[in-house]
């Protein structure tokens, strides 16, 4: 059974006052990943939106300490912490439990930049768990595009909507052979719980991704992310997943979607909500543009679904 | 007591020793010739227990130091090392670990850099990183490569700035010197435990690097200023407090060597500042009064010591092997002079860049060198 919001637990790592914009799904999100790993945790960030709204030096809005690294190195600046707590422990220079080792990471910080540094920490299985929020472009430097930013989408630098699908980035962090790996999304508060304390619990690397609707980048009305979020999952967009050492199931409602059990919704209706996508559906080419982004989404679909009967 | 011992040894791996001697924590390391024998030794020490360390095999030398840099900020004493091109693989990461106040100590093995490709020294890539905000001693031995290690992790501790060890590939790290070993209870009497002000701490949440506006930034980068001068009497003390321990002394800041009455001066870094000696040699027994001035210490750089040394009325020459690209002639040779500006009128600098990709530097070259330098 998936947790439900009101069996959250009371605890907040994320304090009252940041400087995200209303809506922000980073924060959104931090807050129920903060109830599930609780105090005893070192956090690192590369520079994203969650660095520009953490708080000035001295203030700090996430109650964990916290360091920033250069923008590719999560993966490698999480395994030296990693691997320090556990020989300073070893050697009795370090009291107490081990703590959570996590990266607060963007998708330009997971997908691009920090690439290879994420890669080489998975093949190495370091006792990291990897957070990547996906809000699929570099939303902090004003929203240019990523290797998360859909087919189809505006951004700053795919002026005229951007030419190639995302990459399935937890597919390829599940092909590193790594104990764990979840998607997850601010709209289903329960399951990201729910994975970030089975992660906890899982040593060496494990990625979680979290789809995180901006509204700046997607361009939707500020009190929408959760509705957006909820959304994506609908229209299948985005899958919920988890797999534990290499085995894939799906969660709901993205079980029902890639069983067959319940059609996704049509794209369309996610897809016009979002200035990112109809900004570019005025001319004679519409149809065959929502076709594009709707032929992603179901080859996605259908490569999961038999992706996930690998169990070798 | 127990006694010192006496071995032949690379200075790669006369490095490997010193990390053992220092008891370090963590060890991030990648691959790059001539540096590969230091990590290729610390694995080795560390798979087979007799160094009680972490060694990560990160897949990049960016990765290398981020490692480091994060692994210090969790409060463990870490080593890496590099040379050439990946020390300019790191560069952003060296200006992040002095900026964020890291005492991570790092070896880079001196080689010239890409393109064209050269496997051999000369000091283009440490001094490249001049304004990193990392204290650089450059060496002449391979015991002095040892001791250095030693001593820069007293200082980088102390005052919590990151410290490299240079020092020339090949000529210095593979071939073979003898190695006086002291004994680890006057090491560690050297250097206690690595006790950091402040750590990555869940009992204390704070925030490491973080955004600031320029009234908190300025004041950090001034204080990083400030506290890397100060670092001076702290490598006096360390070198001077090794000494006092182990009865070795490789210089502080500079190393002199007839000196006193020397009118023509040679300065210069690294293994060919070894070999300068025998230049001097050669040329007081033409009945020149030369001498040698080799800086140990290249950042910061230790203005009032060389000022002071210098004797007077003195012609310098100063040896450089690297490029100052956009000035006529060599690095350190625009470093002295800005050094000596309105402090010193009675000295002439003169200079040549020489051995440029490992070309070999014999006493006869430069001490023929230095002689025709005095006719210009
Ligand atoms: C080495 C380096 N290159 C570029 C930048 C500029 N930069 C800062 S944040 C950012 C984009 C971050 O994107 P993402 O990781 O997706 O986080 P988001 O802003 O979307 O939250 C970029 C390009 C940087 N800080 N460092
Ligand atoms: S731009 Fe988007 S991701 Fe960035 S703070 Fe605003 S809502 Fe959050
Ligand atoms: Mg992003």
């Known amino acids: ?312 | 007591m127990k006694e010192a011992r006496v071995i032949m040894d690379t200075g790669a791996h006369a490095a490997a020793l010193a990390v053992k001697s220092a008891r370090v924590d963590v060890v991030p390391g990648y691959p790059i010739t001539p540096q590969s024998s230091i990590m290729e030794a610390v694995a080795a020490m560390v798979e087979n227990g007799e160094l009680d360390a972490r060694f990560i095999p990160v897949e990049g030398e960016h990765s290398t130091l981020a490692a480091a840099v994060a692994a210090a900020a969790a409060g463990a004493r870490v080593f890496t090392a590099t040379s050439s091109n990946g020390l300019l693989y790191m560069h952003e990461v060296l200006h992040m670990a002095a900026g964020g106040r890291l005492p991570v100590v790092m070896c880079n093995v001196n080689r010239g850099i890409f393109a064209p490709w050269t496997l051999w020294a000369d000091q283009q890539d440490s001094f490249a990183q001049r304004d990193t905000g990392w204290i650089q001693y450059h060496c002449s031995s391979n015991q002095e490569v040892f001791n250095t290690i030693l001593q820069a992790f007293r200082v980088a501790e102390q005052i919590n700035i990151p410290v490299m060890v240079n020092f020339d590939g090949f000529t210095i790290s593979h071939c073979l010197m003898p190695l006086t070993l002291p004994p680890q209870e006057d090491i560690d009497r050297f250097l206690p435990p690595h006790k950091p002000e402040w750590r990555l701490d869940p009992a204390h949440p704070s925030s490491f690097s973080n955004v600031t506006n320029a009234a908190e930034y300025a004041p950090f980068r001034q204080m990083l200023s400030s506290d890397i001068m100060a670092s001076i009497p702290l490598v006096k003390q360390a070198a001077q407090e090794y000494k006092d321990i182990t009865g070795m002394w490789d210089g502080d800041t500079i190393d002199a060597y007839r000196l006193e009455d020397a009118e023509v001066v040679a300065f210069a870094v690294n293994s060919m500042a070894a070999e300068l000696r025998l230049s001097i040699d050669i040329l007081r027994e033409q009945g020149i009064k030369a001498g040698l001035l080799r800086l140990r210490l290249y950042l910061p750089f230790p203005a009032d010591d060389i000022v002071s040394a210098l004797p007077q009325n003195a012609q310098v020459m100063v040896l450089d092997r690297n490029y100052n690209f956009g000035h006529p002639g060599g690095i350190l040779a625009a470093e002295l002079k800005s050094v000596l500006f309105g402090r010193r009128s009675d000295i002439t600098v003169k200079n040549r860049v020489m051995g440029i990709g490992g070309v070999d530097l014999t006493r006869r070259y430069m001490a023929a060198e230095i002689r025709a330098m005095m006719d210009e």
């Open chain 1, 1 to 312: 059974m998936t947790t439900s919001i009101k069996q959250l637990p009371d605890n907040e790592q994320v304090l009252s006052g940041n400087g995200s914009c209303g809506g922000c799904p980073s924060p959104m999100a931090l807050r129920i990943v903060g109830k599930a790993l609780g105090p005893n945790a070192i956090m690192l960030l590369t520079p994203s939106c969650a660095v520009a709204s953490m708080g000035m030096t001295p203030r700090l809005a996430y109650n964990w300490p916290c360091i920033n690294v250069c923008f590719a190195t999560a993966g490698s600046s999480a395994s030296g912490i990693a691997q320090a707590v556990e020989i300073l422990k070893e050697k009795g220079r370090l009291q107490g439990e081990l703590p959570t080792v996590f990266n607060w990471v963007g998708d330009g910080g997971t997908y691009d930049i920090g690439f290879q540094a994420l890669s080489a920490a998975a093949e190495r299985n370091d006792n990291i768990i990897h957070f990547c929020y996906n809000n699929e472009a570099y939303s902090n430097t004003g929203v240019q595009r990523s290797g998360a930013t859909p087919r189809g989408s505006f951004t700053t630098t795919t002026p005229g909507g951007k030419r190639q699908p995302k990459k399935n980035m937890a597919l390829l962090m599940l092909e590193h052979d790594i104990p764990y790996v979840a998607t997850a999304t601010v709209a289903y508060p329960g399951d990201l719980y729910d994975k970030v304390v089975k992660a906890k619990s899982i040593p060496g690397m494990k990625y979680i991704e979290i789809l995180a609707p901006c509204y700046l980048g997607w361009q939707f009305d500020m009190p929408d992310t959760v509705q957006m979020s909820r959304m994506a999952v609908r229209s299948g967009a985005w899958l919920l997943w988890e797999a534990e050492n290499g085995k894939i199931s799906f969660n709901n409602p993205s079980s029902f979607i890639v069983s067959g059990i319940k059609d996704a919704d049509p794209v369309d209706e996610y897809v016009m909500k979002q200035g990112r996508f109809n900004r570019l559906l005025k001319g004679p080419d519409a149809a065959q543009r929502i076709a594009e982004i709707q032929g992603d989404i179901d080859r996605q679909i259908a490569f999961m679904r038999e992706r996930a009967k690998i169990t070798i």
